[in-house]
């Protein structure tokens, strides 16, 4: 089950937008996965996704602070700092870990509106939301006890639009004018 509550003193998964593989291998567009200090409010990156998911499904009962990470105390320099050298997105805190042989996917868009999240399946199917998700389920029972429904979740983050980078704002706000051009035309 998603939680839908938003962070009040300090974030989780600051993450940074990364770069698109080649076609046909799904990539996440995330590039790298921080974490905001309960105590200091620093920033400390994360060095794997599955560590990150692990953090993040527990967050609001544990929250994160500097001292969980081996070798590090708040009187540390923050790892990453946070402003517009990077696209950062910020994830509701407790969303669940994908289950175990999934891989939940966030993609980003071309024009930067938003993110799209799916889930790549044991067999390699791509689901898009929960209803594809029960489909999936009805069609192969025998994944029915390992992959329970709420361990699904399809909330995106946030993009944090004031920390857009100037050179991605402008590519972002030419591709929302095309697209509306284009909407027009079709209109006619």
């Not at 602070?65 to 923050?78: F, G, H, P, W």
């Not at 069609?139 to 991605?168: G, Q, W």
Request: with cysteine.
């Amino acid at each position: 089950m998603c939680l839908e509550s938003n962070l009040e003193a300090h974030a989780v998964g600051g993450v940074l937008l990364g770069r698109r593989g080649k076609a046909n291998v799904p990539k996440d567009s995330i590039g790298a996965y921080a974490v905001q200090c309960g105590k200091c409010y620093k920033w400390r990156l994360i060095p794997s996704k599955e560590e990150y998911e692990t953090i993040r499904e527990t967050f609001i009962e544990d929250p994160w602070v500097c001292e969980k990470r081996l070798y590090t105390s708040c009187d540390d320099l923050a790892d990453i700092e946070y402003n517009t050298s990077n696209l950062w997105v910020f994830d509701k805190p407790n969303i669940p870990k994908a289950p175990p042989g999934t891989q939940r996917m966030l993609i980003m868009r071309k024009d930067l509106s938003k993110m799209d999240t799916h889930y790549i399946m044991p067999n390699g199917k791509k689901l898009r939301s929960t209803v594809e998700v029960e489909k999936f389920l009805a069609a192969h029972p025998e994944y029915k006890e390992s992959l329970p429904l709420s361990r699904f979740c399809f909330t995106v983050p946030k993009i944090s639009e004031d920390m857009v980078p100037k050179n991605l704002e402008k590519r972002a706000s030419s591709l929302r004018r095309k697209k509306r051009k284009a909407d027009v035309e079709e209109d006619n």
